[in-house]
């Protein structure tokens, strides 16, 4: 979509003036024009591409003028990245071009910007051209019809949804546990205003479902009162407000009230409230995707304390919650139908009128892999199914459908409609959420990415908009978090405290994205299947393909690329991306066997995003000095041991992670390293995470520089000397926004001095210290807002329970590795009542853990490990109600014994715990363990 490169090219244009603003008056003037251009030809491109979209616009007439726009947004963009190029050359010159800088910038290279104001006309008169021819496609500028003529086209394809309200029962496979939950929370429960949101992405079924409680018998009788109303995108309010009424007066066969027809919104609330006042209903919003649209209904259907209900089906789920200011409110979150499910209503459709049903044999392969290409979606499985029926019951065409699945989805009249429902959700966003949700394409069908490091990227690409008083990762958060709500993107894994950790796209969302990543040059997939490309594009995504061909593409205006799976590399492959790919911004090499970044990638100016993370790479090169734009550098269990003296040229480095977990070790105090930076650490002021840095280097001046990195949310120290331990604490007070922080001491006998902090950031949420200490520092019991805390190898003597237990956000918390030295831990009542996760490791003299009545009260997981003096269950287990996971590895024999299922005493305590593991090995320091595994649950 054109609309996406304009928007991402304003915001880019409107940053250039307000940088740019002591440059060449004639080139700054040629780009603000040109921005004025663009900016009145925005409005209309989304309603350009739904109205082709509409009218299937056999002559591509539409598609061919956003195509024109597009391109064009992608020349002034180029124009600008070469400009910038151009005069980053210059300031970081030699010593002829800096003195030739301070006589006359206008010198430094007249023709350039000669040549560079003559494009930039060239592109506004194309641009003026374009926006002439706009009239012949359906549409002009400065008309107050463009936006009704594009919802009234918008709604021109048949909607396979319909579909779902006249479903017989027994096409209905999945819900009946939904069901009964829905019909429950209908008909019991407060005579309060209620509303049950059912929530879920396009597809899975909410309509359906909603449609076979609201056809319930228990439901029909339970009120008086029932209307059904499919709201979707385009609703008009007033006809809502009449359908409300309509429906009941014409099953009771009752006259139209005074008003009924009047325009006035106002007097057609004022009409359903009274109309409704005495009723006990039940009224369906179907497809509700406008919060002010539920405003209008809390207006209209009053709280009469008569059991009226409401129920929505939605996508969004601030849609599902908004009702939650002024009623009652459950929400079912619907899921994806289980694997078993999904098979019997994939054989329902796709074998209806052969085999009784049941798959054959030869087709059972093929078809659980078209099965699970589904991923539990009930309208793909349904779709496919019905269109599989449709064909000869043979491998060929099964096999052939399979592979050509993608093709499929956007032309054959059975699997568009999968398409066109899913695609609503994202036709509906605003252009920045566009991009970031396009940007799933990126990576590999089923990967999960991390949030993190989607943030970062999308920051690097220039997709977030910044906002007053907040930082950019917290706003692309909030990105992330809108495409979350609106059922877009599943989150794979959750942190301790929540929050999301991975994220991926559905396998249906992720070839829609696919296909309009090809359709707007967002992207391009290299694949062994696709192992070339022609044509424009601003991204390579390469995954298990060939490279030796890469060298052909010269001089591209790519800004992003990124390896997945590339197994062999060409010698020469960072040099010659660095040639010819000048003007990128986002290199991610992660997980490739990259083993070295020549000297070339300095010339990347632009680049601000560089992951060698979990690479081969042991040097980097003196270079990457010259990476003045450089935002994130990435280099996780990567071989890079010392940064360049360069590396505090980088002022805008904002990310800096360098830890190595070396797996080939077990596990000790030396198991994880950071990396040496030599000096000039103090200059990295836009550093908001440096993770980890080693501190036994004589550098005690680093330590004392950290007080300049005001910045700073996430800090790891390595090797952290006794001596030091005062001056870190020093920097730790000036860091007023750390959120984590995590300090190594030298060695394990060496003493970690943190005693020292009389104030540390109330934004500090999770702490882990490594090393001896005398006892826990004073000051961490004063940190009310910590959710995690981990204690490694301290041998602290008395136990830390009680100084921690007032911290009543803690989530986690965990003493490893001879962290206590005690013999018992007593979690006594009131205490650690938000705690979810207790890991007890290695704690080698424990042989008592007490829990009383009313202590971890929240705790869902509970892991203790070689523990060889621990002969029995913690006393007091029984009273962890919420407990999920509990494990115990490593222990005793006498331990094994007591949990023995047939004749062990502590067994019928932990029976009903979902998941419980229980090892021990033959002798608590020989190393050898016992094949006793017992998993029950």
Not at 255 to 265: A, I, L, Q, R, V
Not at 712 to 724: A, C, N, S, V
Not at 864 to 871: D, E, I, Y
Not at 872 to 879: F, K, S, T, Y
Request: glycine letters at 6%; a neutral charge; one cysteine or more.
């Amino acid at each position: 979509m054109a609309e996406i490169a304009v928007g991402l090219l304003i915001d880019k244009l409107i940053q250039f003036l307000a940088e740019e603003t002591n440059q060449l008056t004639d080139f700054h003037g040629e780009i603000a024009r040109i921005k004025l251009e663009f900016e009145s030809i925005r409005s209309f491109l989304k309603d350009a591409d739904s109205i082709a979209a509409a009218r299937g616009d056999n002559n591509n007439s539409i598609k061919t003028w956003v195509k024109q726009v597009r391109e064009e947004a992608f020349h002034i963009e180029d124009v600008i990245d070469v400009y910038m190029l151009q005069r980053g050359k210059h300031i970081h010159g030699g010593r002829i071009i800096r003195t030739l800088r301070r006589i006359s910038s206008l010198i430094m290279n007249f023709k350039f910007h000669h040549e560079m104001i003559n494009e930039i006309q060239d592109i506004r008169i194309s641009i003026c051209e374009i926006k002439d021819r706009s009239g012949r496609y359906g549409f002009k500028f400065n008309s107050p019809e463009h936006e009704w003529k594009s919802r009234a086209l918008s709604g021109m394809w048949n909607d396979p949804r319909m579909a779902s309200l006249f479903l017989e029962e027994a096409e209905v496979v999945g819900i009946e546990s939904a069901r009964s939950q829905l019909v429950d929370w209908l008909t019991t429960g407060s005579s309060k205003r209620t509303v049950i949101s059912v929530l879920g992405m396009g597809g899975l079924g909410k309509t359906t479902l909603a449609k076979r409680v609201y056809d319930d018998h228990g439901v029909t009788c339970h009120f008086d009162c029932l209307v059904w109303i499919s709201v979707s995108q385009s609703y008009n309010m007033l006809d809502i407000l009449r359908t409300i009424i309509m429906q009941p007066l014409k099953a009771r066969k009752e006259p139209k009230p005074e008003g009924f027809d009047s325009t006035d919104e106002k007097l057609l609330i004022g009409i359903v409230r009274e109309y409704m006042y005495q009723k006990k209903y039940m009224i369906v919003f179907d497809d509700v995707w406008d919060i002010d649209f539920l405003g209008i209904i809390e207006l209209a259907l009053l709280d009469n304390n008569k059991g009226g209900r409401i129920m929505i089906t939605t996508r969004i789920k601030d849609i599902a919650i908004f009702c939650k200011r002024s009623s009652f409110v459950h929400v079912y979150e619907l899921q994806p139908l289980p694997p078993e499910k999904a098979w019997e209503l994939f054989c329902k459709k796709a074998f209806q009128f052969d085999y009784d049903g049941c798959c054959p044999p030869p087709l059972e392969k093929l078809s659980l892999e078209i099965v699970d290409k589904c991923k539990g979606l009930p309208l793909a499985i349904v779709s496919i199914g019905g269109l599989l029926s449709t064909k000869d019951k043979n491998v060929f065409e099964w096999q052939a459908l399979k592979d050509s699945l993608s093709s499929e989805l956007e032309s054959n009249p059975h699997l568009v409609g999968i398409t066109k429902v899913l695609s609503l959700s994202y036709q509906d966003l605003p252009y920045d959420l566009k991009l970031c949700f396009l940007y799933f394409g990126i990576f590999p069908e089923g990967y999960s990415v991390s949030c993190t490091r989607l943030a970062k990227q999308w920051i690097a690409e220039g997709f977030i908009i910044p906002k007053k008083d907040k930082t950019l990762e917290e706003i692309a958060q909030e990105y992330l978090t809108q495409l979350i709500h609106k059922s877009l993107v599943q989150v794979s894994s959750f942190r301790f405290d929540g929050k999301p950790i991975k994220c991926q796209v559905h396998s249906l969302f992720h070839e829609i994205i696919l296909k309009n990543m090809e359709d707007t040059s967002f992207c391009h997939a290299l694949s062994d299947q696709y192992p070339t490309f022609h044509g424009i594009t601003r991204r390579f995504s390469i995954n298990n393909c060939s490279l030796d061909n890469f060298a052909d593409i010269k001089h591209s205006p790519i800004r992003s690329v990124f390896l997945f799976n590339a197994y062999k590399l060409p010698k020469h492959f960072v040099t010659t991306l660095s040639a010819n790919f000048k003007l990128l911004k986002v290199l991610d090499l992660e997980n490739s066997l990259v083993t070295h970044l020549s000297d070339d990638v300095g010339k990347l100016f632009h680049l601000r995003y560089l992951s060698v993370r979990n690479t081969r790479v042991d040097i980097l090169p003196k270079s990457i000095s010259k990476l003045q734009n450089l935002e994130t550098l990435d280099l996780k269990n990567s071989m890079v041991y010392v940064l360049p003296i360069g590396i505090n040229r980088l002022l805008k480095l904002r990310y800096l992670s360098a830890c190595y977990y070396d797996y080939n070790k077990r596990f000790d105090f030396t198991t994880e390293r950071g990396v040496k930076i030599q000096e000039g650490v103090d200059r990295l002021t836009s550093l908001q995470k440096l993770y980890h840095v080693e501190a036994n280097h004589g550098v005690t001046k680093l330590i004392s520089d950290l007080r300049n990195l005001r910045q700073l949310r996430k800090l790891g120290i390595k090797y952290l000397r006794r001596e030091d331990g005062k001056i870190l604490c020093a920097s730790i007070e000036a860091m007023k926004h750390l959120e984590s922080l995590e300090v190594s001491s030298l060695s394990i006998d060496e003493m970690i001095d943190m005693q020292s902090i009389s104030f540390a950031s109330k934004s500090l949420q999770r702490l882990y210290l490594r090393g001896r200490l005398d006892k826990l520092p004073d000051w961490i019991p004063k940190l009310e807002n910590l959710v995690k805390v981990r204690i490694f190898w301290s041998r602290l003597q008395d136990s830390p329970l009680k100084a921690l237990q007032n911290l009543h956000n803690l989530l986690e918390l965990g003493f490893s590795y001879k962290a206590y030295d005690g013999e018992e831990l007593h979690f006594e009542e009131g205490g650690f009542q938000k705690l979810k996760v207790l890991r007890l490791k290695f704690l080698e003299r424990l042989n008592s853990l007490i829990i009383d009545d009313g202590a971890l009260c929240a705790l869902e997981e509970l892991r203790v490990g070689a523990s060889p003096q621990l002969k029995e269950l913690p006393r007091g287990i029984q009273h962890l109600r919420k407990l999920v996971i509990l494990e115990f590895i490593n222990m005793s024999n006498e331990f094994a014994v007591s949990m023995d299922p047939h004749n062990g005493k502590s067994y019928s305590i932990v029976k009903h715990i979902p998941s419980v593991l229980i090892t021990h090995m033959v002798g608590p320091r020989t190393g050898v363990y016992s094949t006793y595994n017992l998993q029950l649950g």
